[in-house]
């Protein structure tokens, strides 16, 4: 494919060169068009570059300056910085092979002084973005409304106890969603940074998690009405900027969908980083997620094992998203959702290449991750194990109770009359040993 070369200078278009290769800038595992099972890899997979951490990223830090410079942010007029900053973001998504890209509003253009500079700001690059999709085939997979950086969000969006700042974020997210259908985005993502509180004592919660319902309900019609056919997407997290977030993890999301009549159209975007701040593996937050047919898509990253915040670093450990990719696949897949690469580069990752690298690095991980997981499913000692535990509910009374159709004092009998259990091992270190030798 015919790429720009302005902005990641000397980068080719990565190809797949295989295992043993030692080229840094070539994958040795995902190879886009391998089948796996019956779908490719790409088809599998659903790579996405996230805009803000990827175009947006300057290095900074509470505690120090930008370590980058952004070549593409040096226009004077912002509209020209947002079409700067996207010749940069498709042809670095082209040149890695990537399929989607995903966005916040202020991503793709800096937010104007009135609501009417920033929709009008907005349209522009929109119109842009259109004709940059249509070039390159690159598609949007998802995008999202900022409710979090600006100071009018400082006690929330959709939850803040002023109506006028639920009025300003109504209209953001309106925005947003028409630049969502307008560039075929296949979902639609809330994450809700400010919906939550630093202090319950200032905080009515019933009332606020209402007013987010209503919001929501709101959005929703709104997105259905205006020929959005996608998925809507929640992603949860529980805390940081908010000392305590609505949105804590999948079960608290998904009893928040039920309780409040949103779970036709609403899926979850699980995030790594997230499962773990919540004290949960992303296994764990996909399996629930799955449990409840409602998982819609990932934001691939990892957080680092000795520090608790969002470190949001990019994916390396084959092991642990090998336990990701069975459970995906024993959801049967992504429909609409993708994989995100919402992740940063280090501080002191300062030049272009390192987001090569960084990518280059996510991709190959997830695609060890693939074949390992669909190796295991198709080996098939793994899934005929697990299914051995519990085989006393496939037949006789067991499977009686699992059907309903015993009592407690009928269960009550038979203790008294089997006596007591025999210990049956788990095995985990065998089950440990067993994914070891596919990975
Ligand atoms: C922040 C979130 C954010 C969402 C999109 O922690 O991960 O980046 O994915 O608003
Ligand atoms: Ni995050
Ligand atoms: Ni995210």
Redesign the pocket.
């Known amino acids: 494919m015919k790429t720009d070369n302005r902005y990641f200078k000397g980068i080719p278009v990565i190809q797949y060169e295989g295992k043993d290769s030692k080229n840094p800038l070539a994958f040795r595992h995902y190879n886009a068009r391998q089948k796996v099972g019956r779908k490719t890899m790409e088809e599998h997979l659903r790579f996405a570059v996230?805009y803000?951490?990827s175009f947006g990223g300057t290095g900074s830090d509470p505690f120090g300056m930008p370590t980058r410079s952004l070549p593409w942010s040096t226009a004077k007029d912002p509209v020209q910085r947002g079409y700067d900053k996207m010749d940069a973001a498709f042809e670095f998504i082209a040149k890695m092979g990537i399929p989607f890209y995903?966005f916040?509003d202020y991503d793709l253009v800096e937010e104007g002084d009135t609501l009417k500079q920033s929709e009008e700001r907005l349209q522009k690059l929109v119109e842009y973005a259109r004709k940059k999709q249509k070039e390159t085939g690159i598609k949007l997979l998802w995008g999202?409304a900022?409710l979090?950086s600006h100071p009018r969000y400082m006690n929330g969006a959709a939850t803040n106890p002023d109506f006028h700042v639920v009025c300003h974020a109504a209209a953001q997210v309106k925005h947003a969603i028409d630049a969502t259908v307008e560039l075929g985005g296949t979902n639609y993502?809330f994450?809700g940074?400010r919906e939550g509180y630093l202090s319950l004592l200032n905080t009515d919660m019933k009332r606020e998690q209402e007013h987010m319902a209503r919001f929501l309900h709101m959005a929703r019609d709104y997105g259905r009405k205006h020929g959005f056919k996608g998925t809507f997407l929640i992603?949860p997290?529980p805390m940081?900027p908010s000392k305590h977030q609505y949105d804590f993890d999948a079960a608290t999301v998904i009893a928040f969908l039920r309780e409040f009549d949103l779970i036709h159209d609403f899926k979850l975007?699980i995030?790594v980083?997230?499962a773990t701040l919540a004290n949960h593996t992303f296994a764990h937050e996909l399996q629930v997620a799955a449990n409840a047919g409602l998982l819609g898509s990932m934001?691939a990253n990892r957080g680092d094992y000795q520090n608790g915040w969002?470190t949001?670093q990019f994916p390396n450990n084959v092991i642990e998203l090998t336990e990701a990719m069975l459970v995906l696949l024993g959801a049967g897949g992504l429909k609409t959702g993708g994989i995100?690469f919402?992740a940063k580069v280090r501080r002191n990752s300062t030049d272009p290449v390192d987001l090569v690298y960084a990518h280059i690095g996510g991709m190959d991980a997830f695609a060890r991750a693939l074949l390992a997981a669909q190796a295991i499913l198709e080996d098939g000692e793994y899934t005929s194990l697990r299914k051995k535990r519990y085989a006393s509910f496939d037949t006789g009374k067991g499977k009686q109770f699992a059907n309903g159709k015993l009592s407690l004092e009928d269960l009550q009998q038979l203790a008294k009359r089997n006596g007591d259990p025999e210990s049956i091992s788990g095995r985990q270190e065998y089950f440990e040993n067993l994914l070891n030798r596919f990975c």
């Open positions: 996230a803000w951490h995903c916040h999202t900022n979090f993502v994450w940074g992603e997290k940081e975007n995030e980083n997230h934001d969002d949001d995100n919402d």
